[in-house]
């Protein structure tokens, strides 16, 4: 069965749109892996629009089951994942005017500078995972690379409505890669609905799933959400 990990950034921007210390990611976490989760996620933005560096730092200290740091490739974001170790480190591409993260990492335009910060995290013990989008030549890419794993961006699937030529075009792009020896996480735009087709998909190990999650978090606690989202996961009855 995939894996459930959950990208706690909402819980951030909430506090942060009061500059306030509520609520807590630290506090998120510990709930979401009482509930069940595999593991926590967040994305340290450039611009710190929602967790901030001292969250990542105290993250570290108490996620009890896996911490992956979504992070854009830069010399900086290098520095800090070094420092902290998280388990995995995901390499997304960042604009600092998107709501959330558009397209996966242009992997095949930057392959010699990818190649480089995967090797970085890498000699720091980190496992490294590249977003891109589920194409022949971005997994291709993610090979030579040396990437541990790809995350597929589900975005487009979860446009579709779950629609079936976007859901084979993810099972292709699956197998694709773990027959380039690439190991395979998955997530964007998942939510209660279309999450079980993919946690179908064969050889996806991780789903990291946010903004459904935070949302029904808003309205049923973070707890239910949660269990409600691994629910679903178990129900694809893999
Ligand atoms: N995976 C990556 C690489 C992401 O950047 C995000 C969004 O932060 C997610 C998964 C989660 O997406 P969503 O919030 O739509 O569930």
New binding site residues.
Partial sequence: MANLCV?I?HIATLRQARQETEPDPVVAAAIVEQAGAAGI?V?LREDRRHIQDRDVEQLRRVVATKLNL?MAATDEMVKIASRLKPEES?L?PEKREEL??EGGLDAAGQKSRLRLVCQKLKDAGIVVSL?IDPEERQIAAAAEIGADYI?LHTGEYARAKGAEPELRTLHIAAQTAQDKGLKVNA????NYTNVGAVARIKGVEDL?????IIARAALVGLDQAVREMLAAIAQAGV
């Fill in positions: 990208n950034d996620t994305h979504e995901t997304v959330t993260t977003f995350e997530g964007h735009g998942l990291n799933i946010g903004h459904n």
